[in-house]
């Protein structure tokens, strides 16, 4: 019990501050509880609004992909340069040094891989993903596949359910498959289906038209980098969908495929955060490049 003596009532009640009621920073994200929001204020700058995420979830399908056949030497030292790291439990657990400040946006579906059918996949138990103590969750949607679109979206939903217990904010991530377009229609169906089932955050690809795929996607929308470009085509991509709106990218290949890694993180967050037009950011990647000898 406090002592008693000695309570002092309180006098300072700022009369001449009224309570702040600016709206959250991040699209669609006001009505969400603080644990979302803080959850996404670290994901998300809070100057810019934006995020580059670093992705090197490829593995759980693909293997051993080029660029990442060390995730310890390849992108362990890339963590520090980027705002969120997109993996899955196992390599982050025996590759990123568990002193490691950055949030996590944990890759919670796995299943089938490469050599045969595609996503048909099933969730981590609640208990695992939540003792990786991510600040987010992420799981592939594949809207239009008929094998697979149910089980997908069925996932998700649970993930919401999951992410929402816990105040954890979900990625929704859209699939392109072989029979998929890959147009500002396909992804604007499939960007919304992701933010119907209560995503706050969805990963997609850009595409012509993609400010249309923004608008309907009542919340942030990152894109994922796709195959391998040149340097400066990488950079025109993320340029190019921050102009259209969206809120940062979530790449992979294109950056731990460079032939200076740590160079283009820094030059795509310059392009998202700063401002820089693809040229400037080009030469960024060449000045850091060069300087690493
Ligand atoms: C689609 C994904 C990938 O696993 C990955 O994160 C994509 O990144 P990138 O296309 O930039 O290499 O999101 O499953």
């Known amino acids: 019990m406090a002592d008693l003596d000695d309570i002092r009532d309180g006098d300072n009640f700022g009369l001449n501050t009224p309570a702040d009621t600016s709206a959250f920073y991040l699209k669609g994200m006001n009505h969400t509880d603080w644990g979302i929001k803080n959850r996404m204020s670290r994901i998300f700058n809070r100057k810019s609004g934006r995020t580059v995420m670093l992705a090197?979830?490829?593995?759980?399908?693909?293997?051993?992909?080029?660029?990442?056949?060390?995730?310890?030497?390849?992108?362990?030292?890339?963590?520090?340069?980027?705002?969120?790291?997109?993996?899955?439990?196992?390599?982050?657990?025996?590759?990123?040094?568990?002193?490691?400040?950055?949030?996590?946006?944990?890759?919670?579906?796995?299943?089938?891989?490469?050599?045969?059918?595609?996503?048909?996949?099933?969730?981590?138990?609640?208990?695992?993903?939540?003792?990786?103590?991510?600040?987010?969750?992420?799981?592939?949607?594949?809207v239009g596949d008929a094998a697979?679109?149910?089980?997908?979206?069925?996932?998700?939903?649970?993930?919401?359910?999951?992410?929402?217990?816990?105040?954890?904010?979900?990625?929704?991530?859209?699939?392109?498959?072989?029979?998929?377009?890959?147009?500002?229609?396909?992804?604007?169906?499939?960007?919304?289906?992701?933010?119907?089932?209560?995503?706050?955050?969805?990963?997609?690809?850009?595409?012509?038209?993609?400010?249309?795929?923004?608008?309907c996607t009542p919340v942030p929308v990152v894109i994922a980098g796709g195959k391998k470009l040149p340097e400066l085509e990488a950079l025109e991509l993320a340029y190019n969908a921050i102009q259209c709106g969206a809120s940062g990218v979530d790449m992979g290949r294109n950056v731990f495929?460079?032939?200076?890694?740590?160079?283009?993180?820094?030059?795509v967050a310059g392009v998202v955060h700063d401002g820089l037009t693809p040229k400037e950011g080009f030469e960024l990647y060449e000045e850091v490049k060069n300087s690493q000898g």
Not at 56 to 85: K, Q, V, W
Not at 152 to 161: E, G, K, M, P, Y
Request: with cysteine.
């Open 148 to 215: 697979t679109e149910a089980s997908t979206i069925a996932n998700f939903s649970r993930l919401v359910d999951i992410g929402n217990k816990y105040s954890i904010p979900v990625m929704g991530v859209t699939a392109v498959g072989k029979d998929m377009a890959r147009d500002a229609r396909y992804f604007s169906l499939a960007s919304r289906v992701c933010a119907e089932n209560g995503a706050s955050i969805v990963k997609t690809y850009y595409t012509e038209g993609f400010e249309n795929v923004v608008a």
């Open 257 to 267: 495929q460079s032939e200076a890694p740590l160079a283009m993180i820094k030059a």
């Open 56 to 142: 090197f979830d490829h593995g759980f399908l693909m293997g051993p992909t080029s660029g990442l056949e060390r995730i310890d030497i390849n992108i362990a030292p890339l963590a520090e340069h980027a705002d969120c790291l997109m993996g899955c439990r196992g390599s982050i657990r025996s590759c990123i040094p568990p002193e490691n400040t950055k949030p996590i946006c944990l890759r919670t579906d796995t299943g089938t891989t490469i050599l045969t059918e595609m996503n048909h996949n099933v969730l981590l138990s609640e208990e695992q993903a939540i003792s990786m103590n991510p600040a987010a969750m992420a799981a592939m949607i594949s």
